[in-house]
T-cell receptor, first 116, second 112 residues
Framework: NAGVMQNPRHLVRRRGQEARLRCSPM?????VYWYRQLPEEGLKFMVY????????ESGMPKERFSAEFPKEGPSILRIQQVVRGDSAAYFC??????????????FGEGSRLTVL | RKEVEQDPGPFNVPEGATVAFNCTYS??????FFWYRQDCRKEPKLLMS???SGNEDGRFTAQLNRASQYISLLIRDSKLSDSATYLC?????????????FGKGTKLSVIP
């Protein structure tokens, strides 16, 4: 049973370009979460999605960031017009239930974005 | 005050030592508590849940003190493989969902 798959593992972008990060949850998991981890910082919640729905985006920056989890295919975190401050590790996690049922999230290995 | 606070460390301990980490949380309505482990440049993984009555899993013991709003993790007989960053995690009701809030982590290095 494959774990949470994220790609790309490493992404380099120049300021102003777009970054697209993909996440395929574990089989049978319909809840997807995106977290951002800055160097020497903790994981910060960004967004929680179920298939075709954004449940909670209270951690998403108001501009340039968007996320989706379509009926078919992976969840995508999209960052438009990237700036140096967007450089971070972006972790996707999935769970079979919402987090009110269990605190266990299964994380992918992360996508490390570097903005030049 | 930060939502979840941890001593960042690093804690450098010899093999076989006992080490304890504390974590405090600010939201008194927090409902569930966990310890995750994150190896260097890897993803976090659930280590154990934390129950009000305290719980043990092998060499690891977790405690919760709701009145003082802190959580602890005790590691006995430290192994080299315990070297990692330990993340305190708290679940609380957020905007439209239950959110996991992570502490910054406490770094542990077990030395031969």
């Amino acid at each position: 049973n494959a774990g949470v798959m994220q790609n790309p593992r490493h992404l380099v972008r120049r300021r102003g370009q777009e970054a697209r990060l993909r996440c395929s949850p574990m089989k049978g998991h319909s809840h997807v979460y995106w977290y951002r981890q800055l160097p020497e910082e903790g994981l910060k919640f960004m967004v929680y999605l179920q298939k075709e729905n954004i449940i909670d985006e209270s951690g998403m920056p108001k501009e340039r960031f968007s996320a989706e989890f379509p009926k078919e295919g992976p969840s995508i975190l999209r960052i438009q017009q990237v700036v140096r401050g967007d450089s971070a590790a972006y972790f996707c996690a999935s769970s079979p239930y919402g987090t009110q049922n269990t605190g266990e999230l299964f994380f992918g290995e992360g996508s490390r974005l570097t903005v030049l | 005050r930060k939502e979840v606070e941890q001593d960042p460390g690093p804690f450098n301990v010899p093999e076989g030592a006992t080490v304890a980490f504390n974590c405090t949380y600010s939201n008194s309505a927090s409902q569930s508590f966990f310890w995750y482990r994150q190896d260097c440049r890897k993803e976090p993984k659930l280590l154990m849940s934390v129950y009000s009555s305290g719980n043990e899993d092998g060499r690891f013991t977790a405690q919760l003190n709701r009145a003082s709003q802190y959580i602890s993790l005790l590691i006995r007989d430290s192994k080299l493989s315990d070297s990692a960053t330990y993340l305190c995690v708290v679940i609380h009701s957020g905007a439209g969902s239950y959110q996991l809030t992570f502490g910054k982590g406490t770094k542990l290095s077990v030395i031969p």
